[in-house]
């Protein structure tokens, strides 16, 4: 290769792996504020803060769920199989909403430790089939 | 290097993305038909998403072309960078609306997967965040290219952008693993196997040969128009308009 | 013709999310005939332009 184009090559190697650099360490400082939510491990620790809206995310714990009689309040656990999280929640639910389902949900936690919500959202996987495959 | 010489010749690359726009066309045509009617009418429904799950077929494809286009103007940038050929300079001129229109369909039919099925249009998780800055990124390149004054300067400048911007690439494709988000993990792999049943995957594969042919087709024009323009006080372009005079019936395109 | 129309509607239906369904294709294909277009009505100026300067 030409002298002068692999001068050029080498230069814009370089830069590039410097500011990939100053990225990396950028994500990686600021890698909690990237994280969308909380796991109910780090709510049980007290990672979490209180009296602000947070989200936290985990799996809905089967038979946990109870539908009120008279109003569309619903309560639920949700847990990522080491801890555990109580929620409150009065509104609509998705559509992909139910026992077994991964859930984020966002609110703020009670001093109960109980998270009071103001919206849950379903997260589903990646694995797409008909049904009687399943 | 005598025959890249040749290749890169305005005359020769006007010429030849002329015949190749036609192959594209054609095999974009029926990919993208047969993709459609498979997708949204033979495939059965997800278990879980029932119908809902069919904006797979757009969101998809696009998603993953918006991140392709992206990689072939950082390699042209490159190009462009160290060989200065001013071919790859335009190439990533070319490519940069045909990017951002890419990264728009996915960001809008994702956002309109995302209310039915998560329950909300959007949400600031890293991978809806780092697909909204790419096409931020698309828009800034295209700003960088409208400038008249010193060509080659600013070609460079931008060459520069988009390699630094290249780095967002990993980002958008690795960030449902580095952080938790509500974006689920890659269906589909190259490595590994797919997470998508048999019959899913097949119209889902032509949706992205359908829709790549067609980005494709749309850079290629682009790209001949800004040759054509650049060239037009060259011989070989005053000569192939004046024997093109007469027949306006052959420039449907 | 009866299966038909019910097929038909069963399509259009899309299992009650065709106000996500169809204008997520709808978006798209606007979009995408926009950009095709675009470029061809640009190649069809410059040829314009040309003609006129010889």
Known sequence: MHTLRKRRLIWIMVMLVLVGLAAALALYALRQNIDLFFVPKQIVAGEAPKNHPIRVGGWVEKGSVHHSNNSLQVSFVITDHASNLSVIYNGILPDLFREGQAVVVEGQLNPQNVLVATQVLAKHDENYTPPQIK | ?253 | MHWFYMELIRFINMGGYARYVWPAYGFALVILLFSVYMPSREHKKILRKLRKEI
Request: hydrophobic share 55%; net charge positive.
């Open chain 2, 1 to 253: 290097m005598k025959f890249f010489k040749h290749l890169l010749s305005p005359k020769y690359s006007y010429e030849l993305i002329g015949k190749l726009m036609p192959w594209l066309g054609w095999i974009a045509a029926f990919t993208m038909l047969y993709g459609l009617v498979d997708g949204l009418f033979i495939v059965p429904p997800d278990y879980q998403q029932g119908d809902g799950f069919r904006i797979i077929y757009i969101h998809v494809p696009c998603a993953f072309l918006s991140l392709m286009i992206y990689a072939v103007m950082a390699i042209a940038a490159l190009l462009g960078l160290v060989w200065r050929i001013k071919l790859a300079d335009f190439a990533v001129i070319a490519g940069a609306p045909v990017g951002a229109m890419a990264t728009l369909i996915a960001l809008v039919t994702g956002s309109l997967w995302g209310k039915p099925m998560w329950g909300t249009w959007w949400v600031w998780d890293a991978r809806l965040t780092s697909e909204l800055i790419l096409l931020f990124i698309y828009i800034a390149i295209m700003g960088l290219s409208t400038g008249l004054a010193n060509q080659s300067q600013q070609s460079r400048l931008r060459n520069i952008f988009v390699l630094v911007g290249s780095l967002n690439l990993p980002i958008i494709h690795y960030s449902v693993y580095w952080w938790n988000t509500l974006h689920q993990g890659s269906t589909l792999s190259v490595t590994g196997p797919s997470h998508i049943a048999l019959v899913m995957l097949r119209p889902l594969l032509a949706m992205i040969i359908g829709l790549g042919c067609l980005f494709a087709l749309i850079g290629l024009m682009r790209l001949r128009n800004l040759i054509l323009w650049e060239s037009r006080k060259s011989q070989w372009v005053r000569l192939w308009v004046a024997t093109n005079k007469n027949n306006n019936k052959k420039e449907v395109l």
